[in-house]
């Protein structure tokens, strides 16, 4: 079990940090996550070259999501509405290069996003699923899924052209 944590922490610490904010939130889920992966590893079926640390994941996702309160977790659109914080989002979003920002520095902008958008944006990229998908999940419409997906990537695109404001090699969004 110590190879198995010392292997495997990382990455999954990476993985929670996407969905939760807090440093020390992150350890307490990864410990519990842990406690629960330890207890069921029994129960798991070996599926071919990754399937482990694919199981080890949806437990720490799984985790992660349950740790929103249902009040959280009812992303409204209206909600959305009356964030202050989403008043200089662009109607459209266009892809930024990212190329030379840091991974780090991308991690930091996805877990500055709000819960709903950070949310959905990590079970649509990073976890691959559909707006139906996330909709059934995490009990809302889809419809609402693709508004927090479009505004969560705008919010990032602002980021990302913020920080290259910031740096002196130049570019120039737009």
């Not at 996550?33 to 482990?52: N, Q, T, V």
Request: glycine content about 6%; proline content about 3%.
């Amino acid at each position: 079990m110590k190879i198995l944590y010392e292997l495997s922490v990382g990455y999954l610490t990476s993985v929670c940090k996407r969905y939760i904010r807090d440093d020390d939130d992150v350890k307490d889920l990864l410990q519990e996550s842990y406690l629960k992966i330890f207890d069921k590893i029994g129960r798991f079926k070996y599926m071919g070259e990754g399937s482990l640390i694919a199981w080890m994941k949806k437990i720490v996702i799984n985790d992660a999501l349950k740790t929103l309160s249902p009040k959280k977790r009812a992303f409204s659109l209206e909600a959305l509405g009356k964030r202050d914080d989403c008043d200089d989002i662009p109607d459209e979003v266009s892809d930024p290069p990212l190329e030379s920002v840091p991974i780090e520095e991308l991690l930091r902008m996805i877990r500055s996003l709000p819960d709903g958008y950070r949310t959905v944006f990590n079970l649509f990229v990073f976890e691959e699923k559909s707006h139906k998908e996330i909709a059934s999940f995490l009990g809302i419409k889809e419809n609402s899924s693709a508004s927090q997906l479009f505004h969560a990537k705008a919010m990032l695109a602002k980021l990302v052209q913020d920080y290259y404001k910031t740096r002196s090699d130049g570019y120039k969004m737009g």
